[in-house]
Structures are given as C-alpha cells and as structure tokens.
C-alpha cells in the first residue's frame, strides 16, 4: 500500500471539476475575462443516466455541464440544477462555487489496484460510475487536499474519445 502522495505521483492529471453556480455566467467570464475558450454548449447530466452513485446508492440528481481543453487538462464546469449529487453537496457548503475535485487517469486496466490502494488507506468513497469510455471514483480528499479525487479508468474506447476531445477543445 503506497501512500496518496505516491499513489497520485504515478497517475496523469486530467482535469479540473469547477461547481459553479451559474454555468453560463462562468463560462463568459473564463471566456472573455481570462481568455480560455471552446467551451461546448451546456449539456444536461443525469445520475442515474450514469448509474452514478451517491455514498452507495444512485439518487435522482441532475445537473449541466461543460468542458474544454486547455493548458495540457481539461477544465470541466458542473452546475447542479436538481436532485441530489456531490456536486449539489459542494454548491450547499460553498455557495459561491469552486474547484471541487481534481482528476487523475490511467489505464482501466491499473483502475482497481489504484483504487484499491485508497481504499484500503480508509479515503472515503462519494461517488462511482461505470461508463463505456471510463470508471471513475470520487473519493473524499478534502481533509488532505481540500478538493475530492476523481480517479479515471480508461477503457481504450476512452482513450480515443479524449483524443477527440482534446481536438475539438
């Protein structure tokens, strides 16, 4: 078992989770105030679309989102519109929003040993999904790095969609 700081030293970082509570004010400031660009359209998101679960179980939770890619990362911007998440969880602690996780990628096929190590360092598990392009774990970092961590699973049809992504912004 390695510690978080070896464990985090052996993965890619991929992306900045922004919870904010306006989506499209956000993205006009990013855009026109700081100049970072391509950001896509809103998207609705819906947990149980994802079968993400939230501490366990999946819970009707809704919310927009949007990306692009920037700097070598991902910026992704969520703004929580119903139900309950970690991202509705975040906007009631924080109001004015903020930097709510940080993710981190490898290989689906490294994706249980990596998670596996947290687990068994007693890092608490918020939310996981299990998606055609990734497995993803949010654990409760905050304590440590006051941001939870996304750990990403890739899966090798993930790894092309990222290559489109990254071209698309």
């Known amino acids: 078992?390695?510690?978080i700081n070896n464990i985090l030293a052996e993965l890619e970082f991929a992306q900045i989770g922004w919870v904010v509570p306006?989506?499209?004010?956000?993205?006009?400031?990013l855009a026109t105030t700081l100049g970072i660009a391509g950001f896509h359209k809103p998207e609705p998101v819906r947990a149980q679309d994802l079968n993400m679960t939230h501490y366990g179980k999946v819970v009707a939770?809704?919310?927009?989102?949007t990306q692009t890619y920037n700097g070598g990362s991902f910026i992704e911007?969520?703004?929580?519109v119903s139900?309950?998440?970690?991202?509705?969880?975040?906007?009631?602690?924080?109001p004015a929003g903020g930097i709510q996780h940080l993710a981190f990628r490898l290989p689906v096929s490294d994706f249980d040993r990596?998670?596996?190590?947290?687990?068994?360092?007693?890092y608490a598990i918020i939310s996981e999904v299990d998606h055609p392009i990734a497995?993803?774990?949010?654990?409760?970092?905050?304590?440590i790095l006051g941001v939870a961590t996304e750990i990403m699973g890739i899966t090798p049809e993930g790894w092309i969609a990222i290559k489109q992504m990254q071209q698309t912004g």
């Open 61 to 65: 939770g809704e919310w927009l989102t």
């Open 83 to 94: 139900g309950q998440s970690m991202f509705h969880d975040y906007l009631t602690k924080c």
């Open 114 to 122: 990596v998670t596996g190590d947290l687990r068994k360092q007693g």
């Open 135 to 143: 497995r993803m774990i949010f654990f409760d970092t905050y304590h």
């Open 77 to 80: 911007l969520i703004q929580p």
């Open 22 to 29: 306006n989506i499209y004010e956000s993205v006009n400031f």
């Open 1 to 3: 078992m390695k510690p």
